[in-house]
């Protein structure tokens, strides 16, 4: 059974740093990644990383988020600084199983961004 569940979503002021966390067991993953959904809108891609390390950015975020991983805990993490009002949304984690060509989705953790 295939489980992908975030965490570290907080509310925090413009400018402030955070750090998300997402585990996904149950499988080998190929690439994972970040994405995000702001209020009324669709979601995006934020961030991906492959399991040799290939990284890709949104234009959005580059330069102010990095996405990292720990393959041996099947773990990414994306540190998000200078953080915008504009950053605000669900954070969800994808995991790819490049076998089934299938993307599993965690639940999503929200990240809030006010002064």
């Known amino acids: 059974q295939v489980e992908v569940v975030e965490s570290g979503g907080e509310l925090l002021q413009p400018g402030g740093s955070l750090r998300l966390s997402c585990t996904a067991r149950?499988?080998?993953?190929?690439?994972m990644g970040w994405h995000r959904q702001a209020p009324g809108k669709q979601r995006e891609p934020v961030a991906t990383i492959s399991r040799s390390d290939r990284r890709t950015y949104a234009e959005a975020v580059k330069g102010r988020f990095t996405i990292s991983r720990d393959n041996a805990k099947n773990t990414v993490y994306l540190l998000m600084s200078s953080l915008k009002l504009e950053d605000t949304g669900v954070y969800y984690c994808?995991?790819?199983?490049?076998?089934?060509?299938?993307?599993?989705w965690g639940q999503g953790t929200q990240v809030t961004v006010s002064s």
């Open positions: 149950g499988k080998v993953f190929s690439r």
């Open positions: 994808a995991a790819d199983d490049s076998l089934s060509a299938r993307t599993y």
